[in-house]
């Protein structure tokens, strides 16, 4: 399985997302700047990986700090934090991972300092070992959801390289293959950073999966033309009420499968659903470079001048949604209850 994030004794290893799927090569970062820098920069991406990869970076910043007691660690703690909360602002598991770095710390405020710095360097482990555990269980649920056989659209890249392995929509898809039902994915290409195209295709390839790629105004034709029988797509962040943010472009194909009848799978870990924000309206949305839409690969598409939007994600409302696939079970309408439910399991 692809190692997307690693713990190592020289500091926190990522395979770095932008040169896949021509360079398979790894950066290694050893500092929590560095591993800031990383996220935002899209190195790492996907948010479980997201929220890892922070929870290695407070671990890394700690290891690194000279301070001699709890004292004198509290504010470099504190800032450390800060510089990876700014990172990226729609996955939700960045904050959830951070707010758990912090709980574990409150907890060994007694302790000195090295063993502090064990212990959440432990924790930024454990967390690793957690979300693969959770994608396998997530992989479970949601194979029994897929047709037998037939094509399934993914959009974006919601794959072991978006988590800590397996993968939470392409976690369902490999459980699904796994368990003998012969799926042909296709992955929109995902404009504009081609999530779909560069990563989903690589990892899935890497596996023997058959994988078709199509430009994303390509998935209604191939429903029309009966080739798609389901859709399954991961998430940033997932409201109290069931609307989901993900990759910018989900919400198009989520209405199109409706349009289709065809079923619209979310897959995700719980550290994705956020039960503080009610609904998908109260979600930040991330803006990011015009630059992403203006060029591609280094060459200009686009007049001078012209505007240009950079949504990173958009909301899909969950009229659209069929189920939510977590690894404490399948969540369906209305998600209201069913997620309050999960919540307490
Ligand atoms: O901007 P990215 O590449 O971080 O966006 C990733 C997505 O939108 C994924 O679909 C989402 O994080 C789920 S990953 C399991």
Not at 276 to 303: C, N, S
Not at 310 to 330: C, H, L, M, Q
């Amino acid at each position: 399985m692809v190692e997307t994030v690693q713990w190592t004794d020289n500091g926190v290893v990522f395979i770095d997302q932008t040169k896949l799927p021509t360079e398979e090569s790894y950066v290694t970062c050893r500092t929590h700047e560095e591993v800031a820098t990383a996220i935002k920069d899209m190195i790492v991406r996907g948010a479980p990986a997201i929220g890892v990869s922070a929870a290695m970076g407070i671990a890394l910043g700690v290891k690194n700090s000279r301070a001699k007691t709890v004292d004198e660690l509290r504010p470099e703690f504190d800032q450390i934090c800060e510089t990876l909360r700014v990172t990226r602002p729609t996955a939700v598991n960045l904050f959830w991972a951070i707010r758990r770095m912090q709980e574990k710390f409150a907890t060994l405020a007694t302790q000195p300092v090295e063993q502090i710095k064990q212990e959440l360097i432990s924790e930024a482990q454990r967390m690793h070992a957690e979300d693969v555990a959770s994608c396998m269980a997530m992989g479970k649920h949601g194979a029994t959801l897929m047709p037998s056989s037939g094509g399934v659209l993914t959009h974006c890249n919601a794959g072991a390289l978006a988590t800590c392995g397996y993968g939470t929509a392409l976690g369902v898809i490999r459980a699904a293959v796994e368990a003998g039902k012969k799926i042909q994915v296709f992955a929109d290409e995902t404009r504009p950073f081609l999530q779909g195209s560069r990563l989903t295709a690589w990892e899935l390839m890497k596996d023997g999966i058959p994988t078709t790629v199509i430009s994303d105004n390509m998935a209604g034709a191939m429903m029309r033309l009966g080739k798609i029988g389901a859709v399954v797509v991961g998430a940033d962040r997932i409201a109290a009420n069931g609307d989901v943010a993900n990759k910018i472009g989900t919400y198009s194909v989520a209405v199109l499968a409706k349009e289709h009848g065809l079923p619209f799978y979310v897959a995700a870990p719980w550290s994705t659903v956020d039960m503080e924000t009610p609904t998908g309206e109260q979600i930040p949305i991330e803006q990011r470079a015009a630059r992403e839409v203006t060029h591609m690969a280094g060459r200009q598409l686009t007049p001078d001048g012209v505007g240009i939007e950079n949504p990173a994600f958009d909301v899909t409302p969950n009229k659209y949604v069929s189920a939510i696939v977590t690894e404490r079970g399948i969540a369906r309408a209305p998600y209201g209850e069913s997620l309050k439910k999960l919540a307490k399991s």
